[in-house]
């Protein structure tokens, strides 16, 4: 994996309802992100936070909340992001709520042929301003950049789609909304629910993942919600179901990826500390970042 290795802060909110996720890259800088990576070997670049916009009130535009602060916030991370990879560093994107994906993903795809993504979430994040319940965009990135929903979205970076649907593989899926169960059936794209990761256990889950992605992609982005876990283990995220990944599964998952290395950017979102306890959340945000960058037991 690229020792080079660029942190990039996106406290966004207003892609959601509820407060508190902003402060999620300062709490998994405060869990030692930064040290536990830097005792890996790697050159870590602390870039900072991205500067979000911050409207007098939530408001909607064409049924999307907060549109135009997070379309605007999201090209501010698709520069810095972009201007990384230029530099031949690894992005790593501190979350913040999932929206952040349509500006980290802009900002990576333009630099490969056919980018792979894991989509690592209990949720499909696959909605529009017509299928959402919500009209919430964190729950709209995947679709976005996909090509599907509002040009302010779609359009980030000055080109679409950035992924393709045959590229993604979702894993941890156990709560979808119906729109997206349509549009995964339609456009093929791979999922693996947890009643796939039961059946088959982790290891296989992610031995095919690696695989598939391998034959299709020239690089891989993960995008890595801490709500894909169960709330047992990551308590601190705004859209928290129940029945999910373990902890240890987790870490497997991580670990399998770092002996593959075929990850070639990363991001780790909706850690919110106020409805976290102790924060635990980021401790295993912090935790499964070591698993994905080599860490090792022995």
Do not use: C, H, M, S
């Given at each position: 994996m690229n020792k080079q290795l660029s942190i990039i802060g996106s406290p966004m909110d207003l892609g959601q309802s509820r407060r508190g996720v902003d402060m999620g890259p300062s709490a998994m800088r405060?869990?030692?992100l930064i040290q536990r990576l830097e005792s890996l070997g790697y050159d870590v670049d602390d870039c900072g936070d991205i500067a979000i916009g911050r409207p007098e009130r939530t408001n909607s535009?064409?049924?999307l909340k907060n549109l135009n602060a997070v379309a605007e916030a999201n090209h501010k991370l698709y520069e810095v992001v972009d201007e990384e990879v230029r530099k031949g560093r690894f992005p790593l994107v501190l979350g913040g709520d999932h929206s952040i994906a349509i500006g980290t993903l802009a900002g990576v795809s333009k630099h490969y042929k056919s980018l792979g993504v894991i989509w690592y979430d209990a949720h499909g994040?696959?909605?529009t301003a017509e299928t959402s319940p919500s009209g919430n965009i964190h729950g709209m990135p995947l679709a976005a950049s996909l090509g599907l929903g509002d040009p302010l979205l779609t359009g980030i970076g000055g080109y679409s789609p950035k992924v393709k649907a045959e590229n993604i593989v979702l894993i941890g899926a156990r709560s979808?909304?119906?729109g997206e169960k349509v549009l995964i059936k339609k456009m093929g794209i791979r999922v693996y629910t947890m009643h796939e990761i039961d059946r088959l256990g982790m290891t296989q889950v992610m031995k095919e993942t690696i695989a598939y992605l391998k034959e299709r992609s020239d690089g891989v982005h993960l995008s890595l919600d801490l709500d894909g876990l169960d709330p047992s283990d990551a308590p601190g995220v705004?859209?928290?179901?129940?029945?999910?990944?373990s902890f240890r599964e987790s870490h497997l998952a991580m670990e399998m990826l770092a002996e593959a290395d075929i990850i070639t950017s990363a991001e780790l979102v909706e850690v919110n500390p106020i409805l976290d306890v102790r924060n635990k959340t980021a401790d295993v945000a912090v935790d499964l970042a070591g698993s994905l960058f080599g860490e090792k037991l022995l």
């Open positions: 405060y869990a030692g535009v064409k049924g994040d696959l909605n979808l909304d119906e705004g859209t928290p179901v129940n029945g999910g990944i």
